[in-house]
């Protein structure tokens, strides 16, 4: 169990609540309960039934045969893209109003980067009939106008945050500062693997359905449970938590993330955490964050906004110490070339931030007989215009 | 431990504390300040050391760090100012800041500088209670600085009780479940919060802060408590009127 979360909220010397004492109450309430509740029996019962009958679960992994040919590897795809609402995203809203229900909770609010997140969240919401608030940068409100206009209509009000650069970072800030001035009624949904302890735990375990299925799927498929590699991309990191849990213990299975070099490493315009980051605490937990000298949190930049984050998990953070996982960056124009050949050879469109994924054959070779599974995050709706305006397709 | 906070703390005076950011309006403003303060009868000062993301905060302080960080201030740059603050400034100084910049600096190198300047105590809301005591509680007594702690109207009274034990100068009573700066004037919720803390014979008394902004709401957070600390209200006033009015905002004070 090394690689999974200790009873203190830490994975090695990543994690814990690095929180003011304003949001103590709260998030202290959630430690001691979330994994009792968590898996009550009736809990899991209506969980599991909304995954199935709402989400549409389980995702398939699916063979991608033309894939596979082209980089000489067996490559499965989860689909997670095939989910309600798009994305993996879902997993874990479904699985916190659930939480915030049985904890009394009448108000929900989250941060949103790109908006899948905030739309997971305003989906689950209206299921409920329960008030809904979005935080989301200034800037990324008027470049994510259709998601806005999604979480609109689901009946979600959509608050933007003004401070700082504007962006995810900042929605975050003000999601916390909003659960500082409502600590009674309001329940914090936080989108990523990151957080105060027990949040990253919690999301992740969440996801894990996704690697809790791939297990089962793979043993139909290929006959055994394990693949040689399990493939992710990393924003703050809950698909890829998600995605790893199951086979954080089995050594045999390689685990892979992928960053988002942005316009190159060095470029100054970049989120791979693990190549530029330090320790030190951002929104709550000790982590891998990108930052000055001075430990002022700076501003990442990706063509994928759902990975524009300037730290990772906890989970992550160890995973890459470790030596666990291995960890590689693809730039704008690997991923978006990678997104593209998917499409072609597959007839499947993936969000950008799946195509990073996808261009880990950029940078590693594989055996024809390894068995690798990608988790295909998201699908791509949400950024056809970045592709088109990216290829020029109009 | 010999610490300026407790001759103010035994003093019979209710006490008036001054938050601000470094590097604010102006990045060589600190020294200014804190001079101006200290002539104008401020009891104690907090020197905010700007963080990019302040969490617990509100639009008055946050905008105000993010000048001061645009005006180039850095803990370096803060701790050469505040080099000889001792030649002429005796009140207690404390350092507020989140712990990110403190860890990139080195804890003990941090505190280590603190003492050399003089500064009193640190006040960091996000270094949790219980880190604090497994990590970082020696090196703080080593070099004589006082850790200041935050209690909330939710803060449960078993958890105060446990927080009292761990200070050793005074508490940090927050008024009300806010952010800096976003309550107007303080109501019947406040008044019972406030008594209830009273009532529970702490073993340090307590300062309170976050929404004290003008005569009416010191004079109320000062019924009961030690002092209280101004920060969103003294920044604005510092926004409309630059550094050359101090003394007339701390006369409106008291």
């Given at each position: 169990?090394?690689?999974?979360?200790?009873?203190?909220?830490?994975?090695?010397?990543?994690?814990?609540?690095?929180?003011?004492?304003?949001?103590?109450?709260?998030?202290?309430?959630?430690?001691?309960?979330?994994?009792?509740?968590?898996?009550?029996?009736?809990?899991?019962?209506?969980?599991?039934?909304?995954?199935?009958?709402?989400?549409?679960?389980?995702?398939?992994?699916?063979?991608?045969?033309?894939?596979?040919?082209?980089?000489?590897?067996?490559?499965?795809?989860?689909?997670?893209?095939?989910?309600?609402?798009?994305?993996?995203?879902?997993?874990?809203?479904?699985?916190?109003?659930?939480?915030?229900?049985?904890?009394?909770?009448?108000?929900?609010?989250?941060?949103?980067?790109?908006?899948?997140?905030?739309?997971?969240?305003?989906?689950?919401?209206?299921?409920?009939?329960?008030?809904?608030?979005?935080?989301?940068?200034?800037?990324?409100?008027?470049?994510?106008?259709?998601?806005?206009?999604?979480?609109?209509?689901?009946?979600?009000?959509?608050?933007?945050?003004?401070?700082?650069?504007?962006?995810?970072?900042?929605?975050?800030?003000?999601?916390?500062?909003?659960?500082?001035?409502?600590?009674?009624?309001?329940?914090?949904?936080?989108?990523?693997?990151?957080?105060?302890?027990?949040?990253?735990?919690?999301?992740?375990?969440?996801?894990?359905?996704?690697?809790?299925?791939?297990?089962?799927?793979?043993?139909?498929?290929?006959?055994?449970?394990?693949?040689?590699?399990?493939?992710?991309?990393?924003?703050?990191?809950?698909?890829?938590?998600?995605?790893?849990?199951?086979?954080?213990?089995?050594?045999?299975?390689?685990?892979?993330?992928v960053e988002a070099a942005g316009k190159g490493i060095d470029s100054?315009e970049s989120a791979a955490?693990?190549a530029?980051?330090?320790?030190?605490?951002?929104?709550?937990?000790?982590?891998?964050?990108?930052?000055?000298?001075?430990?002022?949190?700076?501003?990442?930049?990706s063509?994928?906004?759902?990975?524009?984050?300037?730290?990772?998990?906890?989970?992550?953070?160890?995973?890459?110490?470790?030596?666990?996982?291995?960890?590689y960056s693809a730039t704008d124009?690997e991923a978006?070339?990678?997104?593209?050949?998917?499409?072609?050879?597959?007839?499947?469109?993936?969000?950008?931030?799946?195509?990073h994924?996808?261009a880990?054959?950029?940078?590693?070779?594989?055996?024809?007989?390894?068995?690798?599974?990608?988790?295909?995050?998201?699908?791509?709706?949400?950024?056809?215009?970045?592709?088109?305006?990216?290829?020029?397709?109009? | 431990?010999?610490?300026?906070?407790?001759?103010?703390?035994?003093?019979?005076?209710?006490?008036?504390?001054?938050?601000?950011?470094?590097?604010?309006?102006?990045?060589?403003?600190?020294?200014?300040?804190?001079?101006?303060?200290?002539?104008?009868?401020?009891?104690?000062?907090?020197?905010?050391?700007?963080?990019?993301?302040?969490?617990?905060?509100?639009?008055?302080?946050?905008?105000?760090?993010?000048?001061?960080?645009?005006?180039?201030?850095?803990?370096?740059?803060?701790?050469?100012?505040?080099?000889?603050?001792?030649?002429?400034?005796?009140?207690?100084?404390?350092?507020?800041?989140?712990?990110?910049?403190?860890?990139?600096?080195?804890?003990?190198?941090?505190?280590?500088?603190?003492?050399?300047?003089?500064?009193?105590?640190?006040?960091?809301?996000?270094?949790?209670?219980?880190?604090?005591?497994?990590?970082?509680?020696?090196?703080?007594?080593?070099?004589?600085?006082?850790?200041?702690?935050?209690?909330?109207?939710?803060?449960?009274?078993?958890?105060?009780?446990?927080?009292?034990?761990?200070?050793?100068?005074?508490?940090?009573?927050?008024?009300?479940?806010?952010?800096?700066?976003?309550?107007?004037?303080?109501?019947?919720?406040?008044?019972?919060?406030?008594?209830?803390?009273?009532?529970?014979?702490?073993?340090?008394?307590?300062?309170?802060?976050?929404?004290?902004?003008?005569?009416?709401?010191?004079?109320?957070?000062?019924?009961?408590?030690?002092?209280?600390?101004?920060?969103?209200?003294?920044?604005?006033?510092?926004?409309?009127?630059?550094?050359?009015?101090?003394?007339?905002?701390?006369?409106?004070?008291?």
């Amino acid at each position: 169990m090394k690689y999974h979360v200790d009873e203190k909220g830490y994975y090695g010397e990543f994690g814990g609540a690095f929180i003011p004492e304003m949001l103590y109450p709260n998030v202290e309430e959630l430690r001691q309960k979330y994994i009792e509740i968590m898996y009550e029996e009736s809990f899991q019962k209506e969980f599991h039934q909304l995954l199935k009958d709402y989400v549409g679960r389980p995702s398939p992994l699916y063979y991608a045969k033309r894939l596979s040919e082209k980089h000489g590897a067996k490559i499965y795809l989860k689909r997670e893209d095939l989910n309600h609402t798009g994305a993996h995203k879902v997993n874990n809203t479904i699985g916190q109003i659930l939480m915030a229900k049985r904890l009394g909770k009448n108000r929900i609010i989250a941060e949103t980067g790109a908006g899948q997140h905030g739309v997971a969240t305003a989906t689950v919401c209206a299921l409920m009939g329960i008030k809904c608030v979005v935080y989301m940068g200034e800037i990324d409100i008027a470049r994510q106008a259709p998601n806005v206009a999604r979480m609109k209509m689901l009946g979600a009000e959509v608050r933007p945050a003004l401070s700082g650069s504007k962006t995810l970072k900042d929605a975050t800030n003000e999601a916390i500062r909003d659960w500082i001035n409502n600590p009674v009624d309001t329940h914090y949904i936080i989108g990523s693997a990151i957080g105060p302890h027990p949040y990253p735990d919690m999301v992740t375990r969440f996801q894990s359905i996704i690697s809790e299925e791939i297990k089962w799927q793979l043993k139909e498929k290929e006959g055994k449970e394990n693949p040689d590699y399990v493939i992710a991309c990393i924003g703050g990191g809950s698909n890829a938590a998600g995605t790893y849990y199951h086979f954080l213990d089995d050594m045999e299975v390689g685990i892979i993330a992928v960053e988002a070099a942005g316009k190159g490493i060095d470029s100054g315009e970049s989120a791979a955490t693990s190549a530029l980051g330090k320790v030190g605490i951002i929104h709550g937990c000790k982590t891998m964050l990108m930052q000055t000298n001075d430990g002022q949190i700076t501003e990442p930049y990706s063509i994928s906004a759902g990975l524009d984050y300037p730290g990772v998990g906890p989970m992550h953070s160890h995973l890459y110490k470790s030596g666990r996982a291995e960890f590689y960056s693809a730039t704008d124009e690997e991923a978006m070339r990678s997104g593209l050949e998917l499409s072609k050879l597959e007839g499947i469109i993936p969000a950008i931030e799946s195509a990073h994924a996808l261009a880990i054959f950029e940078h590693k070779k594989f055996n024809p007989d390894d068995v690798l599974v990608i988790s295909l995050s998201g699908r791509g709706d949400k950024d056809l215009q970045t592709y088109i305006d990216y290829f020029k397709l109009a | 431990m010999n610490n300026r906070i407790f001759t103010e703390l035994d003093s019979d005076k209710k006490l008036l504390s001054i938050y601000f950011t470094a590097g604010y309006p102006h990045l060589n403003d600190t020294v200014k300040i804190i001079q101006d303060l200290e002539n104008s009868g401020v009891d104690m000062i907090e020197i905010g050391l700007p963080f990019s993301d302040p969490l617990a905060d509100g639009p008055t302080i946050q905008e105000s760090s993010t000048t001061a960080l645009k005006n180039g201030m850095t803990t370096e740059i803060l701790f050469n100012q505040l080099q000889d603050i001792r030649k002429t400034v005796s009140i207690p100084l404390i350092i507020m800041g989140y712990f990110n910049p403190m860890l990139q600096f080195g804890v003990e190198d941090f505190c280590k500088k603190c003492n050399e300047i003089g500064i009193d105590g640190l006040i960091i809301p996000d270094l949790p209670l219980d880190v604090y005591q497994e990590q970082y509680e020696t090196i703080f007594k080593k070099y004589g600085l006082i850790n200041v702690f935050l209690i909330t109207p939710q803060t449960s009274e078993e958890r105060i009780k446990k927080i009292d034990a761990a200070s050793n100068g005074f508490i940090y009573m927050v008024s009300s479940a806010s952010v800096t700066g976003s309550k107007s004037g303080f109501g019947k919720e406040q008044e019972s919060y406030f008594k209830r803390i009273a009532s529970l014979n702490l073993k340090h008394p307590q300062i309170v802060g976050f929404g004290i902004k003008d005569k009416k709401t010191f004079a109320q957070a000062t019924e009961t408590a030690k002092g209280a600390i101004i920060g969103s209200a003294f920044i604005k006033h510092l926004t409309a009127h630059g550094t050359d009015n101090i003394e007339s905002f701390i006369k409106s004070i008291r």
